[in-house]
């Protein structure tokens, strides 16, 4: 139970030093900031945690990378990370190599939410702790899941969305990759709103782009041939939604 305490508390520091990587949130002075990671790093020294992204080819993920990379510094703990692409088969490798390494607790952001599940009840049976990140897992023992509101965040873009139209219009919805929480509840949030609260919007195309700015561009495009009106476009996250403007400049419905 203390090393479970102990990790807790690790990461608990971590996560919250690679969020003040963040330059706005560099209020402290530098004499504050190198007294605190002096008393966290004592207690911190010696572990070895693993850091399993869905991928790194999407900048939100680099930023994670490198804000963990910095705090695990600071810390001084040993970070491991793999990318796994957004292949749930790469990821589930790359997982069974941080058990055989041993590592002290495991970090994931899924690819997918049921198939990540065997990697964690392997992780569960080493004895390693597991924390989820951003995308949530279906099973397996997590000791705590780290993420913003993706209803929430859904509700918030089609209430902003409803607003901007007046109440009424055609709308795109991209989707991102099938199987993963951030999707399905950003994609729940968007559609509660609009049919509970602004019904004279229509969805009239919904297709899935994959978190990805190249697909947002080629799915949005052909999007723009067979819809000749679009008064809106919603998607699961920043990158499809630039790859989505790309597209509409290119064909002058920017």
Do not use: W
């Not at 993420?147 to 109440?167: K, P, Q, Y």
């Not at 999707?183 to 919904?206: H, K, L, T, W």
């Amino acid at each position: 139970m203390k090393h479970l305490q102990k990790l807790l508390f690790i990461m608990l520091a971590l996560l919250l030093l690679a969020a003040c990587q963040q330059p706005a949130a560099e209020e402290a002075s530098p004499e504050a900031a190198a007294e605190e990671g002096e008393e966290a790093a004592p207690a911190a020294e010696g572990y070895t945690l693993g850091l399993s992204l869905s991928t790194l080819n999407n900048p939100f993920f680099v930023t994670l990378k490198e804000g963990a990379e910095a705090a695990a510094d600071e810390l001084g703990v040993t970070l491991i990370v793999v990318d796994a692409q957004d292949d749930p088969a790469r990821e589930a490798t790359n997982i069974e190599d941080l058990i055989q390494q041993g590592v002290d607790a495991i970090l994931v952001n899924p690819t997918d939410a049921d198939a990540i599940v065997p990697s964690i009840q392997k992780a569960n049976e080493a004895g390693i702790p597991v924390f989820t990140i951003d995308r949530a897992a279906a099973g397996g023992e997590v000791v705590s899941h780290i993420a913003s509101d993706n209803v929430a965040g859904g509700r918030m873009a089609a209430e902003f969305l409803c607003e901007a139209l007046g109440g009424e219009g055609k709308v795109v919805e991209l989707e991102g990759i099938a199987g993963t929480s951030a999707a399905r509840d950003r994609g729940q949030g968007f559609n509660d709103y609009m049919s509970e609260e602004c019904p004279g919007v229509e969805i009239i195309a919904r297709q899935t782009a994959n978190f990805n700015r190249a697909e947002g561009l080629s799915v949005f495009e052909n999007i723009l041939q067979a819809q000749p009106e679009i008064d809106g476009v919603f998607a699961h996250n920043d990158e499809m939604i630039l790859g989505a403007i790309e597209a509409a400049k290119a064909a002058g419905r920017a």
